[in-house]
């Protein structure tokens, strides 16, 4: 396990939260951590050196979309992810599995492989789990998924028509043939561990664990004794660290907190947990008390790009009339480099606030700069509010927490759980 | 004249060339100046930083665009362009009178006003020399530009298909009817003496010469006589600087560097001499040769957005597919945040260099990061060649310019003339 260490500094002494340090060969990372996601190598439209303004010290990487374009051979001969993408920092890259269920039109689950069609080139692609490895194997990222199978957490029979969508073409055509979600659910455990062990096999033969750790994945869906069974199954192979997978998928908040609370007490103690692709500012906080160390999600880069700015006391959209003449920064009390560029003086001599007025006519002129900036905004304030969450771990000051971050606070701690949008409330 | 000073501190001993600098109440730049465009309040993709850390120390902004949306009452009520957009160095913005012309469907010219089409809303929008004074009044520039009529520089009866699109709707319209060419010209030399008048009477009437520097316009076409007399006209207001347009607005190369070698010498002597919307580097260079001192054009930043990326060696185009799998950076000798990170290692520890591959892949992949890194560069081309341009003025050393330049250098200097593109050499 030389490619990877990691050590808890503090426990909370009212929960199950601990920060800690996970060190790699491209540097370490604090945690609880949070990973900005950059799905086609690269964070959509910043710098790596304003990704790391941002206080973020690992990214992830989609292996879907580059096994896809431009193919795992080109990242190789261009000197693997980090060299490609220019992060010198520690990377993480998922399986391919999830966007092969989640992107695809057609997809086929055997007990062999996925097989889906590449949103590039409508071709044919066979992922295997010793293909997943070999894909991510020449990406070169400090840490990669096992592939597994991740079926929809509740019963898509139950779905609105919004949740169906997320589920997929693949559970409506079962579904049409009559479905069994529980039997889903097992058969999707028993690849994951059978995938596992393969990926395993694949990645020590080469002698990959010395430069790259892999990490399995308790699947199982919002059934519990799925999840223990999953989780007892993954654990049992010797891994440097474990995910919770299958979360977020379509379920509610209390759904979410209910599995994670129980999944992540199952995982060893010792090792790295991953919540996967998870989430809300509350999300973060709740998994965080129940034990998690990890997460990645796209909500910063994408709610970005829509105008839509996070800040301790809801979230702001910038496309409203209201902040035409606005002069006010998106957050008085942020450092990120659109609301305090005067802090990042080095680069900025003499550098004034972005105005909410001045985002507001980026957007509604199309200038990139726009999404640009409300996405280092966004990082930042994840960023800070896992600074902030690593501190309050340290001191055990939950109630300085809530007043810190008073809407997150009180959706997680408080019992506000209204559905998964409300620890991002609108503020206009 | 407090707002604006202009010292010259070196004049070559072979042609007219000149270095010095120019002052304004938001700093100073060197000059010959290239100046970015900011069309929209924002180059576009680029934060105000690294604008900085290409070498740029003016941009421009379009009063057209900004007085259309978001309009010039919201800038000035959110501090005036440089706090608009958070850039705290000088900047120029144009009368709107060019887009005006060009971009609009339906426009009439008058002898008091150009009326056009709004291209955000449809509306209809007068545009007086008093109201081209006003919206750069709110938008607080610090070199703000007398609206002047553009005509076509050449008989737009003799123009290819694609040269008379660019001359215009209007102008086609009047062809229809009968073009006298020459009574166009004089036309448009005669409103815009009687144009500059008003607006200097405008500017003063409110003593914002005390903050902003007027500077005329002289038109008069790809005929000398016609620029000789508008140059008179012109220069027989007192201002703090005198600009050459209607240049490169469909006329070639030869064409381009007959006028501005007859008019640039028209012009005082002490006073700063910007050649409007050019161009090219080597239209840059024979113009500075003539005794030029600021330009600006949306090349490099345009041409950045559509993966076409400019070296000394001639320009290369970064979709095609012989990039793939090459390593190397745009440009081994430039300095850029793309090219060179490790230059800026305060902002990127242990930067890598930006390679080709993952430009061509970030184009084909159409995320944003591909624009912004390839303006970027382009933006520090322009900038190096301006730094290289001032060296060579110093030292009177045009044979070392042209080792250093190649194809910029064999075009303006041999006499290699083969149309406007020759000096962005296309290598691949």
Chains 1, 2 share one sequence.
């Not at 431009?70 to 990242?75: C, N, Q, R, S």
């Not at 006519?361 to 996405?375: C, D, R, T, W």
Request: proline share 5%.
């Amino acid at each position: 396990m030389g490619a990877l260490s990691f050590e808890i500094e503090h426990r909370s002494g009212s929960c199950a939260a601990r920060t800690g340090v996970v060190r790699t060969l491209h540097g370490s990372f604090q945690t609880p951590a949070f990973m900005p996601v950059g799905t086609q190598g690269t964070l959509k439209g910043l710098l790596p050196k304003d990704v790391r303004a941002t206080g973020s010290e690992i990214v992830l990487g989609n292996t879907y979309h580059l096994m896809l374009r431009p193919g795992e051979e080109v990242v190789r001969a261009l000197g693997g992810l980090h060299s490609f993408m220019g992060w010198t920092g520690p990377i993480l890259t998922d399986s391919g599995g999830y966007q092969a269920y989640s992107m695809s039109d057609i997809n086929r689950v055997t007990d062999d492989s996925v097989v889906f069609r590449s949103i590039v080139d409508g071709s044919e692609v066979t992922l295997t789990p010793e293909r997943a490895m070999d894909v991510q194997h020449a990406l070169g990222a400090d840490i990669i998924m096992a592939l597994d199978d991740c079926p929809p957490s509740v019963d898509p029979r139950g779905f609105s028509a919004t949740r169906q969508r997320l589920a997929g073409q693949r559970e409506r055509a079962e579904r049409r043939r009559g479905y069994d979600h529980g039997a889903r659910l097992d058969e999707a455990n028993e690849r994951t561990i059978r995938w596992l062990e393969r990926c395993k096999a694949r990645h020590e033969a080469g002698g990959h664990q010395e430069r790259q750790s892999l990490f399995g994945i308790v699947q199982g869906g919002t059934d519990l004794e799925r999840r223990s069974r999953s989780a007892e199954q993954v654990c049992g192979v010797e891994l440097p660290g474990y995910a919770i997978g299958g979360v977020a998928v379509g379920e509610g908040y209390e759904e979410i907190v209910r599995v994670v609370e129980h999944t992540a007490g199952l995982l060893p103690e010792g090792k790295p947990r991953y919540l996967m692709g998870v989430g809300y500012e509350r999300d973060l906080v709740a998994a965080v008390r129940a034990g998690v160390d990890m997460f990645d999600c796209v909500l910063p880069t994408r709610n970005g790009r829509n105008a839509y700015a996070f800040t301790p006391f809801g979230a702001i959209r910038l496309r409203n009339a209201i902040h035409t003449r606005d002069p006010s920064p998106i957050d008085e009390g942020c450092d990120c480099l659109a609301c305090r560029p005067d802090l990042h003086a080095w680069e900025t001599p003499g550098g004034v606030p972005v105005s909410r007025g001045y985002l507001r006519h980026l957007f509604q002129a199309g200038e990139m700069l726009g999404p640009i900036l409300v996405s280092l905004h966004n990082v930042r304030h994840f960023q800070r509010l896992m600074v902030d969450i690593r501190r309050t771990i340290r001191d055990d000051d939950w109630s300085g927490f809530e007043r810190r971050w008073p809407v997150v606070g009180a959706a997680t701690l408080g019992g506000d759980r209204e559905g998964p949008e409300s620890s991002c409330r609108v503020m206009d």
